[in-house]
């Protein structure tokens, strides 16, 4: 579970899980990824993170992320 009191850095940190998972999968990152059977969108782009971080909705840049985990028992 994720929770966050900025949007941006939330999707920034939830990309990156994705990604991961992805990597792991053996699929490409959401941003290489062509159209395929699951997905018809021609441009996987996710630049709506960056874009909403340079309009200063909230923080894009993960040096800025302040990302605590925790480990529930």
Same mark, same amino acid.
């Given at each position: 579970?994720?929770?966050? @009191?900025?949007?941006?850095?939330?999707?920034?940190? =939830? %990309?990156?899980?994705?990604?991961?998972?992805?990597?792991?999968?053996?699929? @490409? @990152?959401?941003?290489?990824?062509?159209?395929?059977?699951?997905?018809?969108? %021609?441009?996987?782009?996710?630049?709506?993170?960056?874009?909403?971080?340079?309009? =200063? %909705?909230?923080?894009?840049?993960?040096?800025?992320?302040?990302?605590?985990?925790?480990? %529930?028992?």
């Amino acid at each position: 579970m994720y929770f966050a @009191t900025d949007p941006v850095a939330l999707d920034k940190i =939830g %990309l990156q899980a994705i990604d991961a998972k992805r990597v792991a999968s053996g699929m @490409t @990152t959401v941003a290489l990824s062509k159209p395929d059977d699951d997905s018809h969108y %021609l441009n996987c782009q996710v630049e709506h993170i960056e874009l909403a971080g340079a309009l =200063g %909705l909230g923080v894009f840049d993960e040096k800025k992320i302040d990302l605590k985990r925790f480990k %529930l028992a």
